[in-house]
Every structure is written in structure tokens, then in C-alpha cells.
């Protein structure tokens, strides 16, 4: 009995721990005593450990509150502004001198916008402009017949050019390459072939490269789907050949002059005619128009030089050359270039009926000796808004002139050879080039033919003189 009573004493651990002080008991005024005060003691350190740790704890919970409850949301509400404040400064006086810039480049757009259509606009360009070298002229060959006009798209990378053959071409003018070929059909063959089959003879493309316009010797307008060269319809409605077309610039509104002396308006969106314009008293050679509603004609053999008002239903009329007003071309709103067959070459203004100057034998003369002739101008151009033209002749060049001050002057800067008829010249909208449509006999006509001539459309790059920056870096 006792043996078992001890084991199952021991197995229970509680009663074991216990054991130690119960198996032995002792006396209390001794170990009783002692235990006690060994505990108290114990107790009194742990406890003031405690303290001390949780009142240090205690203080940092009462700064960090202090530090985060300090302000109230009021205040927090003005701090959190005036931080804002201190972003927006700083951004705007980082940005002070971008808009800065930004504005002036605005006030200057805004300006040449109304000088340009108060046609005052001329930027001074020809002076940088120097003659290419003979190696940096581009030829494109493809017609097999006199190259009759040309076109260049508003982008500047693409050329539109027809001829004699009834063909139309649209090149690259990056790589120089056919991009279409529309060709040209037999006469006779009208019922039955998209396109022409007469002589070309003049052609436009509007203002954000959507339509092209021909026209021909056969009294038609075609108009073309300029990206993909699609015939879209034809307009009919002139009695004589067509020789001059333009869309009004922001507009698909075209105008049409033929030698039948009359001008007509259409609406190429509606596929409608508009009106018809009587004035000339010869064959219209020559038509331009800008953004304003009015168009300007060359009037050939009558001599003159008419200002269309389409909305005031009025003409000006102007006289200055000699013989027959070959070729036309808008400088800007108010001032235009002409050429002539008695070898002239004149600057007008819509408010003077005389030229503002003119140059005489501008492409020299040919013939024997006493019986000289002047070579023909039959082609002028303009860089639009600059003091920069150009004009073409039979004589093997190609002349580009500066403009004086307010248009009374032309001062020749320098040819660029080119054997055949200059029958066409057009500015690239950058200004950094110029393009000629050359062939064996004029546009016109066929009243003689250079025979050492080709039939080709040359591109004629206009270098700039290098800036003084430049110059510097270079040294």
C-alpha cells in the first residue's frame, strides 16, 4: 500500500513540483520567513522595472501625439495651400519662359495671317538663296512628248505632271520614282477610256492634297482622287480648250479659264457648276487663284490682266505688255507675276493698273543681226508670300529674280541651264526647291521645236548661305 501510494504520488507533476516543498516540510520561522521575503524583494524589483519601462513608453506616446494632434484641421487645411501655392510658383516660373516663347510665336502667326491676307506679307528669303551646282539637278523622264504643266502637292513629296502625249505621271520626289502612270488614250477612243485623249494642257491640286483637276484640248475638266489617282467624274460645259484651273486655297471651289475668253466656277463636293465669268476679248492663257473668292487671268492677245471679285461680281482690268500675256502667277493677295511672248517679265499690284515694274528682254534675244527676237517668257512662278520668283523661257535657262522693296524692282540672282521650253515652273510650299517641266516645243503650240531638247521634269534644289553660326563651327 505504500509503495503504490508513493508511485502514483509521483505521477501526477503538480504533486511532484509541489513535493519538493511539501515532502519536507520546514519551519516557518525559518525558511517561511526567508522565502517571503525573497519573493517580496523580487516582486519590488520587477515592479519598479515595469514603471520605469511603461512611464518611458507612456512620454514617447504623449510627443508623439503632441506631434501629430498638434494642429487642428483648420490649420492643417492652410498649410496643405500654402504647400500648394509653392508648387504652382515654382511651376509657373519654370514654365515662364516656355509660354513666353509660346506667345510670341502665336502674336507672330497671328500677324503674318493678317499681312498675308492683307497681301503685305513678303519674307525676305532671296538673299540666302545660291545657285546648285549643275550635278545637285534632279531629271525625271517618262513622258515620251512635251511636258505641258505640272503640279507639286502640299506635303511636298509628291509631283503631278502632264504633257502633249495625254498622260499624266505622279512621282516621288524623294526617290524620284513613278508612283502611277495615267495613261493617255487615242482620239477617238473618248466613249470608252478613263482619261484624256487630247493634249493637257493644265492642271491644279487643292490645298489639302484630296482632288486633282485636268484639263485639256478637248474642253474638258477631269477630276482625279489625288492619293490614289482614281477618276472620280468629268466636268463639260466650255467651248474651247481648257487653259488654266485652281482651286481656291481651304476650299474644294474651282476655277476654270479656257479659250473660249471665259471663266467658270464650280464645286467639285457638290459636282456642280457655279457660274460663268465673261470678260476677255481673246483666248484666257493663264489662271491663279489664293484663299481670298477671287481668281486672275492672263488674257493672251488682248493684253490684259483681269482681277476677278466672284462675290462682288466685278473685274479689274490692267494693261502693261506688248504682246501676247503668256503666263500668270499670285505673289500673294495683292501682288502677281506675268510673262509675256514680247520677252517681258512684270510685277503688279491689284491696286495699280500699270506694272510696278517691269522687265524687258528678261531672257535675252535670238535671230540675225538687226532682226533680233526676244525669247518668249512662257512660264512664271512664285514662292508665296517671299521676295522670291522664277520665270522660264526657249533661251536654255531658267532665271530666278529678287524681288525689291513693296515689288518696284526685279534683280536677277542667277540661271540655272536648261535646254528646251520652260512650259511650266512651280515653288515647293518650303521653298527648298523648284520644279520645271521642259520640253521640245511650247505648250501652246507647235511653231517650231528644239530638237537637242528632252522631254523631262527637272528638279532644282535652293541652297541657302550658311548662317554665321555655321561659318564659325566650320573655321
Not at 515532502?23 to 526567508?34: L, M, Q, Y
Not at 495615267?182 to 493637257?200: D, F, L, P, Y
Not at 474638258?220 to 466636268?235: G, N, Q, S, V
Request: aromatic share 6%; glycine share 8%.
Amino acid at each position: 500500500m505504500s509503495s503504490s501510494f508513493f508511485i502514483k504520488k509521483n505521477a501526477n507533476p503538480k504533486l511532484t513540483k509541489k513535493g519538493k516543498s511539501t515532502s519536507a516540510p520546514k519551519r516557518k520561522g525559518e525558511d517561511g520567513k526567508t522565502n517571503k521575503a525573497k519573493s517580496k524583494k523580487y516582486n519590488e524589483e520587477i515592479s519598479s522595472d515595469s514603471e520605469a519601462e511603461s512611464s518611458t513608453l507612456l512620454k514617447k506616446r504623449q510627443a508623439n501625439e503632441e506631434i501629430v494632434y498638434e494642429e487642428t484641421p483648420q490649420e492643417k487645411k492652410l498649410r496643405l495651400a500654402k504647400l500648394y501655392l509653392e508648387q504652382l510658383k515654382e511651376e509657373e516660373k519654370n514654365k515662364a519662359e516656355d509660354e513666353s516663347f509660346e506667345t510670341d510665336l502665336i502674336a507672330g502667326r497671328l500677324q503674318e495671317e493678317v499681312l498675308e491676307q492683307k497681301g503685305k506679307l513678303q519674307r525676305l528669303v532671296a538673299k540666302d538663296i545660291i545657285a546648285p551646282e549643275a550635278s545637285e539637278i534632279r531629271v525625271l523622264r517618262g513622258h515620251k512628248l512635251p511636258i505641258t504643266c505640272l503640279v507639286i502637292a502640299p506635303d511636298d513629296k509628291c509631283i503631278f505632271s502632264a504633257a502633249k502625249d495625254c498622260s499624266i505621271i505622279k512621282w516621288d520626289v524623294e526617290s524620284g520614282r513613278k508612283l502611277h502612270t495615267i495613261h493617255g488614250g487615242r482620239k477617238g477612243t473618248e466613249e470608252r477610256h478613263v482619261g484624256h485623249t487630247a493634249h493637257i494642257l493644265c492642271m491644279t491640286i487643292s490645298s489639302d492634297g484630296k482632288y486633282l483637276a485636268t484639263g485639256d484640248m478637248n474642253k474638258l475638266i477631269m477630276i482625279w482622287e489625288a492619293d490614289t489617282c482614281k477618276h472620280l467624274y468629268k466636268f463639260v460645259g466650255h467651248k474651247g480648250p481648257l487653259s488654266g484651273l485652281s482651286f481656291r486655297r481651304g476650299t474644294h471651289d474651282l476655277y476654270s479659264a479656257s479659250h473660249d475668253r471665259s471663266v467658270k466656277v464650280w464645286n467639285v463636293d457638290e459636282k456642280a457648276y457655279v457660274e460663268t465669268l465673261f470678260g476677255h476679248q481673246d483666248a484666257i492663257t493663264g489662271l491663279d487663284s489664293l484663299s481670298r473668292e477671287r481668281c486672275v487671268t492672263a488674257g493672251g492677245r488682248d493684253g490684259t490682266v483681269r482681277v476677278w471679285k466672284i462675290a462682288e461680281e466685278s473685274q479689274l482690268v490692267f494693261h502693261g505688255h506688248e504682246g501676247s500675256i503668256d503666263c500668270i502667277q499670285l505673289i500673294n493677295e495683292e501682288h502677281m507675276i506675268t510673262g509675256a511672248d514680247d520677252g517681258s517679265v512684270s510685277l503688279w499690284s491689284v491696286n495699280k493698273k500699270k506694272p510696278l515694274c517691269t522687265v524687258k528682254q528678261a531672257h535675252g534675244c535670238h535671230g540675225d543681226l538687226g532682226l533680233e527676237q526676244p525669247h518668249w517668257v512662257a512660264s512664271v512662278a512664285a514662292l508665296q508670300n517671299s521676295d522670291t520668283v522664277a520665270s522660264g523661257s526657249h533661251n536654255s535657262q531658267v532665271n530666278v529674280w529678287k524681288c525689291g522693296p513693296s515689288y518696284r524692282g526685279l534683280e536677277l540672282l542667277f540661271s540655272v541651264p536648261m535646254p528646251g521650253f520652260v512650259n511650266s515652273l512651280k515653288f515647293s510650299s518650303s521653298g527648298r526647291f523648284l520644279v520645271a517641266g521642259v520640253g521640245q516645243e511650247h505648250r501652246l503650240g507647235r511653231w517650231w521645236r528644239l530638237k537637242e531638247a528632252k522631254n523631262g521634269i527637272y528638279i532644282i534644289p535652293l541652297r541657302r548661305k550658311p548662317s554665321d553660326a555655321e561659318g564659325n563651327q566650320d573655321e
